[in-house]
């Protein structure tokens, strides 16, 4: 039978429908016709009875834990959305990444007030500008909050033009951004300038001092004590009286109470903090900001502050933070969908992804989902979990994709239109983890231990396909191509193959008992990948007999995960540089990692890249680049056209405010050009940058050997 034409309005349904889905970070659903929020009406949890909402909206301090595009910020927006109706809540959200930087006080500046004596330490001025910021921060988002839940009400607004309440509120909110931006610091160099001469005056001789305390624990305190000590101090010491007098300089309790009482008198009893990009942080500016952030605010605000953290699985630093008191809520697929067996693992994250595309098109499009697809719909139902994983802003480019390459020219998105979609995004947006490694501003052995992923990667793969052709009784009964897509590694495995996941190459499938009675963790490869390398993915349907498929021993992998690390992986000594065999790894971890020849140093474990060691030290060290700055270039290379900050940034993860500050870097090396038009800012790929980053063979593609199979056709 005939199928109809799409109309343009339908056509068009299904590309608004899709973006939706593309839509990164804290870009708003809304109705572009009234400017209302459409969360609530798009929004598709992905458990039953809206399961991970609820327990998000409970108010407890809760880790939102997925990677990118697993709908942390939808969450958010969700929540957010149902706050406004409450007069108990309100929330602030922060981009925690944004924070950071923008707090980040001049080097050169802090080099300068090093050098003299009586300055404060670098990272208390750090410290202090961060606690700013962030309170400043806060502030304006509340401030920004309760003005939407006023000029979104009537009733509101009739009760403000009599009582004057909320003007009030935002005039003492006012006051306190104006103190928490004064500059209180420069007291404190005077107060140090005065102890450093005293003690210098007196040499060795005693000195009487008042001393700051303060206690954190479920009844705070901070006390002014007296005593005497000796004037002689050394660094740490000095540090610690720098840090004491912050704390009286700059005192975030202070702020805190004066907060909760304004907001106490219009009736708030909890402030929801919305943390997100906690995870993009570097590791150390992690720990500041939760040991000297969350955890007192957490601890101290007397179930008042409730935060709400956005984080990545395996980048998480909890510091002081009792696990035990707080949520975490897990939206990658094993965590999220793996309950009893992997049958219903596999049914509840295809029904999810069913759910989610058949809500976006049914709204946009207005018309039967099935219109769009060809086949047998439970198939691409099942085709498109495969090559998203559930992850919503995956489905949401394998969909754009296939929109471009089939319903724009008249056919319908069919499995194999899926197929051709996931492997286009492979290519353009996984597999450039790789492009982009080479050039990041890095150490040498940062940089080799990226590329060292791409070895175990191209081992990986390079198994999968011999397995094609590999004979056993359960193989030669299935018919047609086997799927050697899964792999299952020993749970210690894990931490090495997390950066491979974190980018998509890998994903947690499941976790079983293998052959052996050992519990094992199950992977599968990125489903375009499999596409690329004509690997047939998932396992025999339908027969009891497939049932255990996935640790089929020929699926064991930790021999090639054992024999990359006796390769690659090195243990060196920090203070000595004595090099450990593998072999005495696990005797170094059980003390706790100290150096058996010089007794004083720390093993250090780094993973090293032996066979793309040559091109990475052919890399001109001016050509390194952070890696936004990295993405920035990547990202306006595979668009090949002048691209929108705004568009940059959904791409990357990262604020259009931060694509900016970084774009005017790149224009002043030449690598990019800034252009206004019609009153809108655009960024352009310089030929220096193409020639510089872009003209050398393409790193991203892995070096596999080819099949001896006739096998490398495209997949049927």
């Known amino acids: 039978m005939t199928q109809r034409a799409l109309s343009q309005a339908e056509l068009q349904g299904f590309r608004a429908a899709v973006e939706s889905l593309k839509l990164y970070r804290r870009a708003d659903l809304n109705d572009p016709e009234h400017g209302t929020s459409l969360i609530e009406e798009l929004y598709v949890d992905p458990l039953p009875q809206d399961d991970v909402f609820k327990t998000v909206l409970r108010p407890h301090t809760t880790f939102v834990i997925g990677r990118k ?31 950071y930087e923008s707090a980040q006080p001049d080097q050169g500046l802090i080099a300068k007030l090093e050098s003299r004596p009586n300055a404060l330490p670098r990272d208390s001025i750090q410290r202090l500008a961060l606690y700013r910021e962030f309170l400043k921060t806060t502030i304006l988002q509340i401030r920004e909050e309760i003005q939407k839940r006023v000029d979104s009400s009537i009733w509101e607004r009739i009760k403000e033009s009599f009582t004057g309440t909320y003007a009030e509120l935002f005039e003492d909110l006012d006051t306190l951004l104006e103190d928490a931006s004064e500059d209180k ?89 919305l943390i997100d990009d906690f995870s993009e942080l570097p590791e150390e500016a992690m720990k500041v900001v939760v040991d000297t952030l969350l955890a007192p605010l957490n601890n101290w605000s007397d179930e008042f502050i409730k935060f709400k953290v956005a984080a990545y699985p395996g980048r998480i630093y909890y510091g002081a933070i009792d696990r035990t008191k707080i949520d975490e809520v897990y939206l990658d697929l094993f965590r999220l969908f793996g309950t009893s067996d992997v049958s219903t693992m596999e049914e509840n994250a295809i029904a999810f992804t069913r759910r989610l595309v058949q809500e976006r098109l049914q709204h946009f ?35 754009h994709f296939a929109y471009q390459n089939h319903l724009i020219h008249g056919k319908r998105i069919g499995v194999r239109g899926i197929q051709d979609a996931a492997l286009k995004y492979y290519e353009d947006k996984v597999a450039s983890f790789f492009v982009t490694g080479r050039f990041l501003h890095e150490t040498f052995a940062e940089r080799s231990s990226v590329y060292s992923l791409k070895e175990l990667l191209e081992q990986i793969v390079t198994k999968a396909r011999d397995l094609r052709t590999h004979k056993s009784a359960v193989f030669d009964e299935i018919q047609g191509r086997p799927p050697t897509s899964h792999f299952y590694v020993h749970p210690s495995f894990e931490a090495l193959l997390s950066t491979l996941e974190l980018n998509f190459f890998l994903t947690k499938y499941f976790e079983m008992s293998d052959r052996d009675g050992r519990q094992v963790s199950v992977f599968a490869l990125n489903y375009g990948l499999c596409q690329r390398h004509t690997i047939a993915f998932g396992r025999p349907q339908g027969e009891r007999k497939f049932r255990l498929y996935l640790v089929e021993r020929v699926f064991d992998y930790d021999p090639i995960i054992r024999s990359f690390l006796v390769k690659n992986q090195e243990i060196t000594c920090d203070t000595c540089g004595t090099r450990q065999d593998f072999e005495k790894l696990e005797a170094l971890r059980l003390y706790a990692m100290r150096c058996p020849t010089c007794q004083k140093g720390t093993c250090v474990v780094v993973n090293l890249s032996k066979k793309y060691e040559p091109m990475l030290r052919s890399i001109e060290e001016s050509l390194l680049l952070p890696r936004t700055e990295i993405g920035i270039l990547q990202t306006l290379h595979s668009e090949s056209e002048p691209l929108r900050p705004a568009f940059v940034a959904a791409e990357l993860d990262c604020s259009y405010q931060l694509v900016g500050k970084r774009a005017k870097k790149l224009e002043e090396r030449g690598l990019v050009k800034r252009l206004n038009e019609q009153e809108k800012r655009f960024i352009e ?32």
């Open 69 to 99: 595009g697993t709908g942390k910020s939808t969450v958010f927006q969700r929540l957010q959305h149902e706050l406004r109706k409450s007069t108990a809540h309100t929330s602030a959200y922060l981009d925690i990444k944004t924070i």
């Open 685 to 716: 790929l310089t030929k220096l940058a193409e020639i510089s980053y872009f003209s050398l063979p393409d790193q991203g593609d892995l070096d596999v050997p080819p099949a001896d199979d006739g096998q490398d056709s495209n997949l049927p």
């Open 185 to 273: 610091f420069l007291s404190v160099l005077g107060v140090l300038e005065t102890q450093v001469k005293e003690s210098n005056t007196r040499g060795e001789s005693a000195e009487t001092q008042n001393q700051l305390k303060a206690t954190a624990s479920s009844q705070p305190a901070i006390n002014i004590e007296s005593g005497t000590k000796s004037t002689a101090k050394n660094d740490a010491s000095k540090a610690t009286d720098y840090s004491e007098i912050l704390i009286r300089a700059f005192n975030v309790r202070d702020f805190l109470d004066r907060l909760k009482k304004l907001l106490t008198a219009i009736h708030i009893r909890h402030l929801y903090i």
């Open 365 to 399: 499009a207005q018309c039967d989902v099935g219109d769009f697809f060809d086949g047998k719909i439970d198939e691409v139902w099942r085709t498109l979990f495969f090559a998203s994983m559930a992850n919503p802003r995956t489905l949401g480019y394998v969909l």
